[in-house]
């Protein structure tokens, strides 16, 4: 006897049409129904764990969600990044992440993932200059003398970072590039125990993005030597910077927001449409330059773009410094 399909036939009728309505921009409306994780990278209390609770309210105030922050720190980020790319691509499990999320594409020789292929650039929200701190203890109160002083002792200075693939780590490899000193790269799980490390004297410099650092120098807890900025920042307006001090040496850290790649795009252009908002509200805009950070909030198309470019730009630090991680 011959068996009928029909059933069969009419799930699948109703599953292409769930899906049809779920691909329609109407669908976006809904969105979202429930509370929002942004996923970053590093411990608690680094730069980029402060302009998530900068911009998390305004993201609450706009989407009407609660929105929680969550760090899985490791990896130089990556088991982070991993995370996200293999999560639901339906805006509720999102990434926040620096520059790691370009240079790791060249510093790791093997990556389970692709950053351009497997996220969706949401927006750059803000960016912020490193400062290159050392710890009071150290006998060099300008890079001249950092350099004397590293160049007399090869190999005996230490540098923290927030992990391998941090601009902390790069700055450091540009910086004995640039002046042929020798020295140790110590890298911590976030950008908080490796300033911990530094103010305990465990370490003796780190090159940190000012947000983090501006309490330490503040309270004289630490010493800066110089800033990774174009021109002087306003915050620190004595301190000179890298190329003042006879370095080529520019560097800005980025705090973008992205989601898995096959994430609706209507969600997509939501979600940076409230980031955007948010980076241009007064209050937002005077909190950041506060912290000598810059409001930036663009559209994704925008923000694709920029992090293609830092890709191919931090490849060729990667290749100059011959720095490697496996």
Known sequence: MRRSHAPLAIVIAVLASSTLV???????????AKPIRIVSGFAPGG???IMARVLTPKLVEALGQQVIIESRPGGGTNIAMEFVVKSPPDGYTLLMNTPPLAINMSLYKKLPFD?????????????????????????????????????????????????NGTTQHLSGELFKLRTGTSM?????????????????????????????VIEFTKAGRLRTLASTTAARTALFPQVPTMRESGIDMVVVVWYSLLAPAATPREIVNKLAEATVKAAQSPEIRQRLMEMGAEPIGNMP??????????????????????????
């Open 47 to 49: 730069g980029i764990d």
């Open 301 to 326: 198309d925008e923000a694709a773009k920029f992090i293609r470019d830092e890709v191919a730009l931090w490849a060729a630090v990667v290749k100059a410094s011959g720095a490697q991680v496996d």
């Open 115 to 163: 950053t351009t292929r497997d996220l969706a650039a949401i927006s750059i929200f803000s960016q912020a200059p490193n400062l290159l701190v050392v710890h009071p203890s150290l006998p060099a109160r300008s890079v001249k003398e950092l350099i004397a002083l590293a160049r007399a002792k090869p190999g005996a200075l230490n540098f923290s970072s927030g992990g």
């Open 184 to 212: 140790v790269h110590v890298p911590y799980k976030g950008t908080s125990p490796s300033l911990t490390a530094l103010v305990g004297g465990q370490i003796e410099l780190n090159f940190a993005n000012i947000p983090s």
């Open 22 to 32: 779920l691909s329609q921009p109407g669908a976006a409306q809904s969105y979202p």
